[in-house]
T-cell receptor, first 116, second 113 residues
Framework: AQSVTQPDIHITVSEGASLELRCNYS??????LFWYVQSPGQGLQLLLK??????LVQGIKGFEAEFKRSQSSFNLRKPSVHWSDAAEYFC??????????????FGQGTTLQVKP | EPEVTQTPSHQVTQMGQEVILRCVPI?????FYWYRQILGQKVEFLVS????????KSEIFDDQFSVERPDGSNFTLKIRSTKLEDSAMYFC???????????FGPGTRLLVL
């Protein structure tokens, strides 16, 4: 079955420190992978996506993620966190192919807290 | 930049009442979705809609739920007889197709009392 696991429910980092949010997926084919961010009371904003090609993808706000097929992972990274990065982060796999509808399957989310 | 819009932003209703949540997807998109997020939980897929019909629905999307694209621009989710457990944030999303990005609206927060 298709699924996404984000092992860390809550992460706290100091402002200026580096960040890595983990995401593991289970999908039968080459996945379409996404990271979305949700600020309190807001909708979902796309940070970055992977469809094919270069396994290191760059996104908005200085985020990047690396697709590792051997580890079924798509971890999100940022070299230096800003206080405004405090939010909830969702990893998602997008279903595709002739029998699929493009729906997204989300992980449970990781809440990022940034200490001053 | 084009965006998905949703109305209302908040809705409070009594258990057993019908509610209609409205969405205006991005104009050249072909695939439309509803998701919900119960407070503190993950975002869950409800239904996808393509070519004027439901293409996939989850177990959550039972007979109490229906979707419609009445006029070529709006995309609605109707809950016929709301239950307490329907309280959630409901997100609409649209997708042009293929290797494209699914864009989400800001959500409608539904509270069933």
């Amino acid at each position: 079955a298709q699924s996404v696991t984000q092992p860390d429910i809550h992460i706290t980092v100091s402002e200026g420190a580096s960040l890595e949010l983990r995401c593991n997926y289970s999908y039968g084919a080459t996945p379409y992978l996404f990271w979305y961010v949700q600020s309190p009371g807001q909708g979902l904003q796309l940070l970055l996506k992977y469809f094919s090609g270069d396994t290191l993808v760059q996104g908005i706000k200085g985020f990047e993620a690396e697709f590792k097929r051997s580890q079924s992972s798509f971890n999100l990274r940022k070299p230096s966190v800003h206080w405004s990065d405090a939010a909830e982060y969702f990893c998602a796999v997008g279903t595709h192919g002739s029998s699929n509808t493009g729906k997204l399957i989300f992980g449970q989310g990781t809440t990022l807290q940034v200490k001053p | 930049e084009p965006e998905v819009t949703q109305t209302p932003s908040h809705q409070v209703t009594q258990m057993g009442q019908e509610v209609i949540l409205r969405c205006v997807p991005i104009s050249n998109h072909l695939y439309f979705y509803w998701y919900r997020q119960i407070l503190g939980q993950k975002v869950e897929f409800l239904v996808s809609f393509y070519n004027n019909e439901i293409s996939e629905k989850s177990e959550i999307f039972d007979d109490q739920f229906s979707v419609e694209r009445p006029d070529g621009s709006n995309f609605t989710l109707k809950i016929r007889s709301t239950k307490l457990e329907d309280s959630a944030m409901y997100f609409c999303a649209s997708l042009r197709g293929g290797q494209e990005t699914q864009y989400f609206g800001p959500g409608t927060r539904l509270l069933v009392l």
